[in-house]
């Protein structure tokens, strides 16, 4: 099991794969897990998002993003995404 880099189109494609949704109740993959280091004390600042069937928690796509240190709205450097994926043998 391992995370696989995508594209950001990658990713809107895979959104609309699994239903898009807008978080509330109703939606089956939801953010698992997360962390944020907005004032960049151990790196570049950054927030990465874990999103996850709500039921399983079986992860399914990584987004990290890399916010401006004056928070004008622009990403410092590109964002990057990953997808979940079973390793076959």
């Given at each position: 099991m391992t995370w696989h880099p995508i594209t950001c189109a990658e990713r809107e494609a895979l959104i609309d794969q699994v239903g898009r949704s807008y978080n509330g109740p109703a939606a089956p993959y939801v953010p698992i897990?997360?962390?944020?280091?907005?004032?960049?004390e151990y790196g570049d600042p950054c927030i990465l998002t874990i999103w996850g069937h709500r039921e399983t928690k079986a992860p399914l796509l990584k987004?990290?993003?890399?916010?401006?240190?004056?928070?004008?709205?622009?990403?410092?450097?590109?964002?990057?995404?990953?997808?979940?994926?079973?390793e076959s043998r």
């Amino acid at each position: 099991m391992t995370w696989h880099p995508i594209t950001c189109a990658e990713r809107e494609a895979l959104i609309d794969q699994v239903g898009r949704s807008y978080n509330g109740p109703a939606a089956p993959y939801v953010p698992i897990s997360g962390r944020s280091d907005l004032g960049g004390e151990y790196g570049d600042p950054c927030i990465l998002t874990i999103w996850g069937h709500r039921e399983t928690k079986a992860p399914l796509l990584k987004d990290i993003r890399y916010p401006a240190p004056d928070f004008d709205g622009h990403d410092s450097r590109p964002c990057e995404h990953y997808r979940w994926e079973e390793e076959s043998r």
